[in-house]
């Protein structure tokens, strides 16, 4: 990517106040500083896209992900729960292409090499970079339940990484008689999306009672509590009522072994059979954040709150799920504002530009129903320790219909929003 400034982007740069000195761009015939990026979701493509448009052609910027298009776990619940189709949340690289000169490559990157300042993908080709950002988002612990793998997941779906898993968990529910169970298991803490899960219970009761109305759904939970648990409760009561039985863990001991002939749960105590069944294995950092040393024991990855740098690995950056970000949940919205905050930095330290105090924020959206939206969310103030938030805000039991369409619809408009902001 050689793209030369126009006159009008010049003015631009000017204008904004940048002295052109501290943009450092390099001299004709030395080479750009190079960022890589692994892993073109909220977080990664987000950076990437920051980094190419406010550095204006002064930073090279490769992008490697594993896919020719990104399918966003959010909004995929409402596409299991057949209220969106699979092309509207799936998106392409072409804009970041096109638009902002980034290098896309689609490759699996499998290894770092942080003395060298290189990534390998798969196939043997490797990336030089002076600074890295790792986005891979998570990747499941599939020995964590005796007779689960990552073989048997395509029979028992997570659908926890959108994509084909997701289309494999719509199919069964299309072909499952009425009068079936959905058995959903839940996983522990920390995990990708708090509030997911039950969405997806609501959604999937929703389809149900529409398509299926004898059918039920358990859940056997791996926790005692969940995210807007009282508000998911009262909606369940009002919607959908006798179809859904929560089980936290003090009462089932959680899952302990998988049976697939038998498409049966067990637990320390009782067996649950179900005709679809949805895992959500537990989880951890996506594999190449481990394989490059940048996770602790904890198999997610340790972060400055300022800049989201690895504090493990030199001229690296974790953001997205795979980071931890203290009281930031593992969310889209999450990403892409560490995003935002991380390609500050990464410009700071190859070009010389000014970085402020970052502000991170977060918002989830989840459906109970259509047309019946709640919210919980927060802004956050980057510490020495972590990244803390200082206020909260949730929905409210009890609120009236026109306050849940008006957050159901709240929420269209963010993803519509943020896709934008992701793949340009
Ligand atoms: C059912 C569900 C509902 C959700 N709803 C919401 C919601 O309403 N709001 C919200 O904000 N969040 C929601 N989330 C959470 C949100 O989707 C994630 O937090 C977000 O996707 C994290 O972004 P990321 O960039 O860290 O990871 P990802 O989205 O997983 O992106 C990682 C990318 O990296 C690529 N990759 C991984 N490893 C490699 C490699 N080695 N080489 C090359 N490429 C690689 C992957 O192919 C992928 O494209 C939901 C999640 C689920 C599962």
């Known amino acids: 990517m050689n793209r030369k400034f126009t006159r009008r982007e010049f003015g631009m740069m000017a204008g904004a106040g940048v002295a052109a000195s501290t943009l450092a761009a390099p001299a004709i015939g030395q080479a750009k500083p190079k960022l890589v990026v692994v892993g073109g979701g909220p977080g990664g493509a987000t950076v990437a896209r920051y980094v190419a448009k406010d550095s204006k052609g002064a930073i090279d910027v490769t992008l490697i992900e594993a896919n020719a298009r990104h399918t966003t776990c959010f909004f995929s619940n409402l596409y299991i729960g057949g209220l969106r189709s699979f092309d509207s949340i799936t998106h392409g690289y072409d804009k970041l292409k096109s638009d902002y000169g980034i290098n896309v490559v689609q ?15 798969a196939g043997g080709e490797t990336f030089s970079y002076d600074k890295l950002v790792v986005a891979p988002g998570i990747d499941f612990e599939y020995d964590a339940y005796e007779g689960y793998s990552k073989e048997v997941a395509e029979t028992f779906p997570h659908a926890w990484q959108a ?4 289309q494999i968990l719509r199919r069964q529910l299309e072909a499952m008689e009425d009068g079936g169970v959905f058995l959903i298991a839940p996983p522990p803490n920390p995990f990708r999306c708090p509030p997911g899960p039950y969405e997806r219970i609501s959604l999937v009761a929703q389809y149900l009672k529409q398509n299926k109305p004898r059918s039920k759904i358990i859940a056997v939970d791996a926790k005692d509590k969940f995210s807007k648990q009282a508000l ?15 089980l936290p863990l003090n009462i089932t001991g959680g899952v302990k072994k998988v049976d697939v002939r038998g498409k049966t749960l067990h637990t320390g105590g009782e067996s649950f059979k179900g005709d679809v069944i949805n895992i959500i294995p537990p989880q951890r950092a996506g594999a190449i954040a481990l394989a490059a040393g940048l996770a602790n024991e904890s198999g997610w990855c340790p972060i400055d709150p300022f800049t989201m740098a690895s504090t493990r690995v030199p001229h690296a950056y974790v953001i997205g799920d795979s980071s931890i970000a203290a009281q930031m949940p593992k969310s889209g919205f999450s990403a892409n504002s560490q995003a935002k905050a991380c390609a500050m930095a990464i410009r700071a330290a190859l070009t010389g530009s000014r970085a402020f105090e970052p502000r991170y924020s977060n918002t989830c959206w989840s459906l109970i129903a259509n047309g019946d939206g709640v919210k919980v969310g927060a802004s956050y103030q980057a510490t020495k320790e972590k990244i803390a938030s200082t206020d909260t805000f949730i929905s409210k039991t009890g609120e009236d219909a026109a306050t849940r369409t008006a957050t159901a619809e709240e929420a269209e408009g963010w993803y519509a929003g943020i896709v934008a902001d992701i793949f340009g």
Not at 116 to 121: A, I, M
Not at 232 to 246: K, L, N, S, T
């Open 107 to 121: 490759a699996f990157a499998i290894g770092v090499d942080a003395a060298r300042r290189t990534v390998t993908v």
């Open 163 to 166: 994509g084909p898993q997701s």
């Open 232 to 246: 998911f409760q009262e909606g369940w009561a009002r919607h959908y009522e006798g179809m859904i039985e929560w």
